[in-house]
């Protein structure tokens, strides 16, 4: 999420080898091969083989691209979250132009931001409990997102625009934190979900409820 209140950098791809560029065919084969079979099966249940024979190369030559599956995924995620922080824009920073408005609008460009990559997100989610680097990872994404929203929190406050609550930063983490399981629980068909033509507007409501009451 990117705005002059947070430094949410780029993303860079792990698990790569070095010397090689984020334009490589091959490289983007594999990740291209990743997000297809996550469409139809599970993460556990893709191999090695399995991304290299999709993307057209050795298991050899998988392995001078990236050393794991699980650093496919690794990559899968850096770019998601890097096409989330672009999509985000500058739209924190605009919120006195029209609150509810920008607001609607950040919610909506993240849902079509993750929901365009629902595979990687429900794979992430799933082997977080077991994979370090990837609740790393995510821990991080969550701490920047988290600091962006605090920020805008108590620049609402600030201008007079929403009263006085709870800690910024507690808000921010609870909204956050919400926008993660309800998201996750739509594009999984984890029951019970919000209705993914309704999500966008649900998650709006609550959010302008707890920050403007």
């Known amino acids: 999420m990117t705005s002059s209140r947070t430094a949410a950098g780029t993303a860079t791809p792990r698990g790569r080898?070095?010397?090689?560029t984020s334009?490589?065919?091959?490289?983007?084969?594999?990740?291209?091969?990743?997000?297809?079979?996550?469409?139809?099966?599970?993460?556990?249940?893709i191999s090695i083989d399995?991304?290299?024979?999709?993307?057209?190369i050795s298991r050899p030559t998988f392995y001078f691209y990236?050393?794991?599956?699980d650093a496919v995924l690794l990559t899968l995620l850096d770019r998601v979250v890097e096409e989330a922080d672009a999509d985000a824009g500058d739209l924190l920073d605009r919120l006195a132009e029209d609150?509810?408005?920008?607001?609607?609008?950040?919610?909506?460009?993240?849902?079509?931001t993750f929901g365009g990559h629902r595979a990687v997100v429900a794979a992430c989610a799933q082997v977080r409990?077991?994979?370090?680097?990837v609740r790393r990872l995510w821990a991080a994404v969550m701490e920047r997102w988290v600091q962006a929203i605090e920020a805008a929190i108590e620049a609402e406050r600030r201008r007079g625009a929403a009263p006085a609550g709870p800690p910024a930063r507690d808000l921010a983490i609870a909204l956050n934190s919400m926008n993660e399981r309800v998201w996750y629980a739509t594009f999984a068909g984890d029951g019970p979900s919000v209705a993914e033509r309704d999500v966008v507007d649900v998650l709006l409501d609550v959010w302008l409820a707890a920050i403007y009451r």
């Open 17 to 20: 080898r070095a010397g090689r």
């Open 23 to 45: 334009g490589d065919e091959r490289e983007q084969a594999i990740l291209g091969t990743a997000e297809r079979l996550l469409e139809q099966r599970a993460f556990t249940d």
């Open 50 to 56: 399995d991304l290299a024979r999709g993307a057209g």
């Open 66 to 69: 990236f050393p794991s599956k």
């Open 99 to 112: 609150p509810r408005a920008r607001w609607r609008e950040l919610i909506d460009r993240f849902h079509r």
């Open 129 to 133: 409990g077991t994979n370090a680097e």
